[in-house]
């Protein structure tokens, strides 16, 4: 549960702000976005490698 201190005549925007900062230090929406789609492992390992030949040849390209 997040809390977050009110201030007497503290701006409610501001504290809308501090509450909004708060939640997406835990990490709710992200894990629930990533929940919303399930990938299969093999999916998972192929974008990894794809990832990994892309790196490697903006790596070697930037040496040239």
Known sequence: MIIVPVKEGEN?????KKFKRKYEKTG????????????????????RM?????VQHLKENAAE
Do not use: M
């Not at 409610?12 to 809308?16: A, D, Q, R």
């Not at 992200?30 to 299969?40: A, G």
């Not at 794809?50 to 892309?54: P, S």
């Open 12 to 16: 409610i925007e501001k504290c809308l």
């Open 28 to 47: 709710v929406i992200k894990e629930l976005r990533r929940r919303q789609q399930f990938n299969e492992p093999s999916q998972v390992r192929r974008k």
């Open 50 to 54: 794809e990832h990994a030949i892309y």
